[in-house]
């Protein structure tokens, strides 16, 4: 049975719709989520600097080192969900590209 061009065209063009949309979806909620791991483990250095003082320099540096990576990690997680976004986007336009064929 012959495949109809049109209509996996269409159905094709749903799909990248949906991608787009919940790509977006993803990288609102990622950045908010990622901003809320900061706020937080920037409060927990800052409660534990308050708290320790002189005695607790070992807290306060594990404290830090916490802030510090949910500092770092934030952009290379959103470079991920990118790069996954540009494969599916790829995988698209290859489909796209057979169905004119």
């Not at 404290?63 to 790829?90: F, H, Q, S």
Request: with cysteine; charged share 55%.
């Amino acid at each position: 049975m012959m495949w109809d061009r049109v209509r996996l065209q269409k159905l094709a063009d749903e799909y990248k719709e949906e991608l787009k949309r919940i790509a977006k979806e993803t990288e609102e909620r990622l950045d908010k989520a990622i901003e809320k791991l900061e706020y937080v483990s920037e409060e927990m250095y800052e409660a534990v600097c308050r708290e320790t003082k002189e005695a607790g320099e070992e807290l306060q540096k594990y404290a830090k080192d916490i802030y510090e990576d949910v500092k770092e990690e934030g952009p290379r997680i959103k470079e991920e969900i990118r790069e996954m976004e540009r494969k599916v986007r790829r995988g698209f336009e290859r489909l796209e590209k057979e169905l004119k064929e």
